[in-house]
């Protein structure tokens, strides 16, 4: 009898130490690596891309698209952006250990294996173009493999370390989702959706040159040939102010392509600030004073954002 009511002096809840964590750890560690598989697929990246999906369906619409339509884009999208970042993670593993910036990503940081990252992204990439298939059109899905096929082969593997015209040529990924939620709606391409599309693409490099400023040297240790790392700081300012003028030309020329006044009015007044910011950061560089670059890397993003929101009213409106 005593040797059933009798307990361990160390433990007097009569739990075993082991088994009373169990749980607790158990469930860190799913949520830890759970976080590890979402950090993969770039979310930031994602929702940024699909800011500018929905408001070119909208437009092609000429007003709201049946929801249905949205949520299989919106999903589909997600799943292709994603599985483009899980495979490009995948790629970039080795120097993405390299550098200061990217060193804590999962792969890097061993908190998910390269063969289930491969997989992973594989997986995402299958069915975000199955569904495409299924219930937009083929030239959707089509649009959608190739965009996750440039990114990840020609972009990361190829461009990315070979050329300092990377970012350029990499542009056309980031404006490849105006053309699929154009091409879900109506199973075609009209000039305003090129018209969206090349503001996208030209707006790239006053976004991304001022996160490779910020980065040169990472970038440098990792021997990727961005712009920042091989071109003087002339040459550098020359393309962002460049760009960033043709970013906002372009979004205006897209105003006479069945736009407004709700368009064009806050298009015309954010991309003034948005070329001020330009000029502002390269007026810097040049002078040799300190440079802010992820100042016009953030306002870049709220340009973009205000614009295609234009878009979305003024096809509601």
Not at 25 to 43: C, H, M
Not at 156 to 161: D, G, N, S, Y
Not at 181 to 199: N, S
Request: aromatic letters at 10%; proline letters at 7%.
């Amino acid at each position: 009898m005593s040797m059933i009511t009798e307990r361990p002096a160390s433990n007097p809840a009569g739990q075993p130490p082991a088994r009373a964590a169990e749980g607790p750890v158990a469930r860190r560690d799913v949520r830890a690596i759970l976080s590890a598989y979402v950090a993969l697929t770039k979310p930031r990246i994602v929702e940024l891309l699909l800011v500018t999906t929905i408001p070119a369906m909208m437009l092609a619409d000429g007003g709201l698209p049946s929801l249905w339509l949205m949520a299989v884009v919106l999903i589909g999208g997600s799943l292709a952006a994603g599985a483009a970042s899980v495979l490009n993670c995948y790629i970039d593993r080795d120097i993405d250990q390299l550098m200061r910036r990217t060193k804590r990503r999962p792969l890097p940081a061993h908190t998910v294996s390269p063969r289930n990252a491969l997989v992973f992204g594989l997986v995402l990439a299958a069915i975000s173009i199955v569904l495409m298939a299924a219930f937009t059109n083929l030239l959707a899905a089509g649009l959608t493999l190739a965009a996750i096929v440039y990114y990840d082969v020609v972009y990361t593997l190829w461009l990315k370390r070979s050329t300092p015209t990377n970012t350029f040529w990499g542009g056309a990924c980031g404006a490849a989702p105006v053309l699929i939620g154009w091409a879900a709606v109506t199973g075609g391409l009209a000039p305003a959706a090129w018209g969206l599309f090349a503001v996208v693409f030209f707006w790239q490099m006053p976004h991304f040159y001022p996160l490779a400023m910020k980065y040169k040297d990472d970038y440098a240790r990792a021997g990727i040939p961005m712009l920042p790392v091989v071109a003087s700081v002339r040459r550098v300012n020359a393309e962002i102010l460049i760009f960033a003028w043709l970013t906002v030309l372009t979004s205006l020329a897209v105003w006479p392509l069945g736009l407004s006044a709700i368009y064009g009015v806050p298009t015309l007044v954010v991309g003034a600030v948005f070329l001020v910011e330009a000029h502002r950061l390269c007026r810097r560089a040049t002078r040799g004073e300190a440079v802010k670059p992820m100042r016009l890397f953030h306002w870049s993003t709220t340009y973009l954002t205000i614009v295609f929101v234009a878009v979305a009213l003024d096809a509601l409106i």
